[in-house]
């Protein structure tokens, strides 16, 4: 069974960083592309970021290029996203996502960031 | 890039036949047949009930279809029932390494 399982998520206050990661299990983790892709309380969906499996390719949404830096480590299976100079407006549930044929089947339950003072 | 158009919200009665529009740009939608639709529940991650406009993933209802003409992607739920009511999401990929998801349509079963 394909899970994801994201942590790092919490209250951290505007300008501050935060790493969240993601644990793969139940699929070959270096074969697939992987995202992040987060919500804001009571809004919708937005892509954040992707990364190739080896790692070479890393792309952004324009809003936290800069910012946000993906990465993976695929002997241990695992996803992360280093979130600095947070702002408000990056509030919201992040989740880690596998991604195939330019859309994302796979979800984990997501972890919260919330930026405040 | 700007979120994709979609309709605030769509209603039907149980049975009926229902179609969500997700309107984009030739930059977008209209020049990759990379649609994807997710269905989410409050609280809950996304499904992916779509892709690559018209593809269904194991696990999704055969109800559910999908179609693209020009810059303009549906998703048609058939038969609709109490379970189908959920937010929808569209997403097409908008070149560059890029993505782009829709606002977003809440489905009420009458």
């Known amino acids: 069974e394909v899970q994801l399982v994201e942590s790092g998520g919490g209250l951290v206050q505007p300008g501050g960083s935060l790493r969240l990661s993601c644990a793969a299990s139940g699929f070959t983790f270096s074969s697939y592309w992987m995202s992040w892709v987060r919500q804001a309380p009571g809004k919708g969906l937005e892509w954040v970021a992707n990364i190739k499996q080896d790692g070479s390719e890393k792309y952004y949404v324009d809003s936290v290029k800069g910012r946000f830096t993906i990465s993976r480590d695929n002997a241990k299976n695992s996803l992360y996203l280093q979130m600095n100079s947070l702002r408000a407006e990056d509030t919201a549930v992040y989740y880690c996502?596998?991604?195939?044929?330019?859309?994302?089947?796979?979800w984990g339950q997501g972890t919260l960031v919330t930026v405040s003072s | 890039q700007s979120a994709l158009t979609q309709p605030a919200s769509v209603s039907g009665s149980p049975g009926q036949s229902i179609t969500i529009s997700c309107t984009g740009t030739s930059s977008d939608v209209g020049s990759y047949n990379a649609v994807s639709w997710y269905q989410q529940y409050p609280g809950k991650a996304p499904k992916l009930m779509i892709y690559e406009v018209n593809k269904r993933p194991s696990g999704a209802s055969n109800r559910f279809s999908g179609s693209k003409s020009g810059n303009t992607a549906s998703l048609t739920i058939s038969g609709l029932q109490a379970e189908d009511e959920a937010d929808y999401y569209c997403?097409?990929?908008?070149?560059?390494?890029?993505?782009?998801f829709g606002i977003g349509t809440k489905v009420t079963v009458l």
């Open positions: 996502t596998r991604a195939a044929s330019n859309s994302w089947y796979a």
């Open positions: 997403c097409s990929y908008a070149g560059s390494g890029q993505y782009v």
